[in-house]
T-cell receptor, first 113, second 116 residues
Framework: NAGVTQTPKFRILKIGQSMTLQCTQD?????MYWYRQDPGMGLKLIYY???????DKGEVPNGYNVSRSTTEDFPLRLELAAPSQTSVYFC????????????FGSGTRLTVV | AQSVAQPEDQVNVAEGNPLTVKCTYS??????LFWYVQYPNRGLQFLLK??????LVKGSYGFEAEFNKSQTSFHLKKPSALVSDSALYFC??????????????FGQGTTLQVKP
C-alpha cells in the first residue's frame, strides 16, 4: 500500500518555466489537498478537491492550477514560475471531510531561480 | 476567523523528562483538533486527534494531548521524551468556513529538540 506518492522529489526551475507536480493516492480517498510549506509559516492551502471533477481554491491559489479527472490523481500545475513559488509542496488525502486526519506525501522541494 | 497558534518556535527538553508542546485555537464551532509530526525531509505524519469525548487523547509513539475548552488549548504531551522525538510538530484545526471540505488550518510549527 503506497499511500500518497509525489513526484518529483526535487526540482529547479527557471523563472517563467512551467511544470506539473504529480500526486497519486491508492487509498480511494475522495478528499485531496495541496499545501505549500515555507519556513516559520506552517502550511498554507493552495487547492483542494472533494471528489473527481470537483476542485476549489484554498488560501494561496495564485500562480497555480489543478485538475481532478480521477479519484487517484491530483496534479498541481505551476505556470510562469516565480521566485516566490520556491517552497516545499505537500499533497495530502483524507477519507472524509469531517473527522479524519490526512495522509501526506513525502513532498516536492521546488526552487525557482 | 478560525486560527491556531503555537506560541513556541522551539522547545528543548532532556531525554527522559516530560515534554509539552503548546497549541491554542480559535474556532466558531466545536473544535476538531489534530497533531502532526514532521521528521527531517519527510512528509507530515498524523499523531492524534480530538473530535469529541474524553479530554485526554492518546496517539502514536506514546504521545497524548489534553483538550481544554475553557482555555481553548490542545497541548501535546509525552511523559518521557526520547532523542528520536526530535522533530517539527504541527497543530491543526478543522476550518469551519466551508462545511465538510476537510480543510485544516495549521499552526506555524514547533521544533522539539530532545538532548541526550
Amino acid at each position: 500500500n503506497a499511500g500518497v506518492t509525489q513526484t518529483p522529489k526535487f526540482r529547479i526551475l527557471k523563472i517563467g518555466q512551467s511544470m506539473t507536480l504529480q500526486c497519486t493516492q491508492d487509498m480511494n480517498h475522495n478528499y485531496m489537498y495541496w499545501y505549500r510549506q515555507d519556513p516559520g509559516m506552517g502550511l498554507k492551502l493552495i487547492y483542494y478537491s472533494v471528489g473527481a471533477g470537483i476542485t476549489d481554491k484554498g488560501e494561496v491559489p495564485n500562480g497555480y492550477n489543478v485538475s481532478r479527472s480521477t479519484t487517484e490523481d491530483f496534479p498541481l500545475r505551476l505556470e510562469l514560475a516565480a521566485p516566490s513559488q520556491t517552497s516545499v509542496y505537500f499533497c495530502a488525502s483524507s477519507l472524509s471531510g469531517t473527522d479524519y486526519g490526512y495522509t501526506f506525501g513525502s513532498g516536492t522541494r521546488l526552487t525557482v531561480v | 476567523a478560525q486560527s491556531v497558534a503555537q506560541p513556541e518556535d522551539q522547545v528543548n527538553v532532556a531525554e527522559g523528562n516530560p515534554l509539552t508542546v503548546k497549541c491554542t485555537y480559535s474556532v466558531s464551532g466545536n473544535p476538531y483538533l489534530f497533531w502532526y509530526v514532521q521528521y527531517p525531509n519527510r512528509g507530515l505524519q498524523f499523531l492524534l486527534k480530538y473530535i469529541t469525548g474524553d479530554n485526554l487523547v492518546k496517539g502514536s509513539y506514546g504521545f497524548e494531548a489534553e483538550f481544554n475548552k475553557s482555555q481553548t488549548s490542545f497541548h501535546l504531551k509525552k511523559p518521557s521524551a526520547l532523542v528520536s522525538d526530535s522533530a517539527l510538530y504541527f497543530c491543526a484545526v478543522r476550518d469551519y468556513g466551508s462545511s465538510n471540505t476537510g480543510k485544516l488550518i495549521f499552526g506555524q510549527g514547533t521544533t522539539l529538540q530532545v538532548k541526550p
